[in-house]
């Protein structure tokens, strides 16, 4: 008998719909049976603005995907994304209730609940909260403390939470698929699921997930999310700037712009007929393209980034460096000009953690996909995560790795 279990995950962005389905085996592997993207409508800068337009494309993909699963969809992950995302740092503390002072799993609940119990403005809702650090009594930095004996419990959070009418127009299109939705995701979250390594998280990382109408920012730290910001900036910017710049449809400069991300040859001069682009008979090279462009654009990003990290104060917490993802991440020369305007070392984050239909999928613009696919397997965030109808999902947390610790302390004794 086939005990495979399928899931599916719908990342809903502002250039592409994308639907995975999955099979989870027994063992814990998962095999990628069905895959979609297909171009967004009714959704600018990661939020619907048009309830009919969204939903007709949600569903397109979402059939797509089933058609070359053979399976309907049951059970569903959805990302959220956009600038109406918001993240702040909370300290919670309970007294241990057991008799014998030993901390048990409610106690856990407790002291969430108590992080979580902040002063939101009318229509947010939380969307995440993620136990960072657990102190019992005086002894600081337990990742697990149940089991522990002590008198009082407190834990450092990170929350996360979202325009609750955004959340409501997202629910009211994915619920038209007639699938069951498990939880909502913060797109950022999803990708870092897909993309980082546990020795980055623990060192301390910036991922940058760059969509076509926002960028997604999270930094880890000790393992877990300690910043994240949603800027109203991305990919499609780029091609708007190209089109301006070079009086071109928004779609020539999209085939422009694909066209110079790819690294099969080093064009010194665009061929605007090469990409089916006619009536341009000037000469332009591709220098002078990505130099006068699609550079200062880069420059600009990164720059607001850095900023907002600054304003913040979380400049030095991320040695391990730079993690660039989503479709943006791609564009010609972003790994070189985050590096040069972040000053920290930069790689692309390509998703991992899956089998099966995977040709098309394994790039970045795939990562919030996959991520959420993987997301009931995490086990590298300790979590907390409401879907709209507030039930609660706490997922496990990692007990302390001695080995992991020993070896990040070695390696951050040699940072500056």
């Not at 027994?26 to 939903?55: C, H, M």
């Amino acid at each position: 008998m086939n005990r495979n279990k399928t899931i599916a995950a719908l990342d809903i962005g502002s250039s592409k719909i994308a639907t995975l389905i999955a099979q989870v085996s027994e063992e814990g592997n998962i095999n990628i049976i069905g895959s979609s993207s297909l171009p967004s409508r009714g959704i600018k800068r990661g939020q619907i603005i048009d309830i009919e337009e969204a939903t007709e494309a949600i569903i397109a993909s979402a059939e797509a995907a089933e058609r070359m699963a053979g399976y309907n969809l049951g059970h569903i992950f959805v990302s959220v994304g956009g600038t109406h995302i918001i993240s702040q740092n909370s300290r919670g503390v309970v007294a241990v209730a057991n008799s014998g002072n030993e901390i048990v799993e409610n106690d856990i609940h407790r002291v969430l609940e108590a992080a979580q119990a902040i002063s939101l403005p009318a229509l947010r809702e939380i969307l995440h909260v993620i136990s960072r650090l657990y102190t019992v009594d005086s002894q600081e930095g337990i990742a697990d403390p149940i089991g522990m004996s002590g008198i009082r419990l407190e834990v450092e959070t990170h929350i996360i939470t979202a325009s609750s009418t955004a959340i409501h127009n997202l629910q009211k299109c994915v619920n038209e698929v007639g699938a069951n939705i498990d939880g909502i995701v913060f797109d950022a979250l999803a990708s870092a699921n897909a993309v980082l390594t546990p020795t980055e998280k623990e060192l301390g990382v910036t991922l940058i997930d760059i969509g076509g109408g926002t960028t997604s920012i999270i930094i880890f730290n000790e393992g877990s999310p300690i910043f994240s910001l949603v800027l109203p900036m991305g990919a499609q910017n780029i091609t708007n700037d190209l089109a301006i710049g070079l009086r071109l449809s928004i779609e020539e400069a999209e085939k422009l712009k694909l066209a110079l991300n790819q690294k099969t040859e080093d064009l010194k001069e665009i061929d605007f007929k090469k990409l089916g682009i006619e009536n341009k008979d000037q000469k332009i090279t591709k220098k002078m393209v990505v130099e006068e462009i699609i550079k200062p654009r880069l420059e600009e990003l990164f720059g607001m980034i850095s900023d907002e990290i600054r304003r913040n104060d979380f400049s030095d917490i991320a040695p391990a460096g730079v993690v660039l993802t989503g479709g943006g991440a791609q564009t010609i020369s972003a790994v070189e000009t985050c590096r040069r305007v972040m000053a920290l070392p930069v790689r692309i984050g390509i998703p991992k953690g899956v089998t099966g239909l995977v040709d098309d999928i394994l790039s970045p613009e795939f990562a919030t996909t996959i991520g959420l696919i993987l997301w009931e397997k995490q086990d590298t965030l300790k979590e907390q995560s409401f879907s709209f109808d507030k039930v609660k999902k706490r997922l496990p947390n990692l007990p302390i790795r001695s080995t992991l610790e020993k070896t990040i302390k070695f390696i951050k004794s040699f940072l500056p």
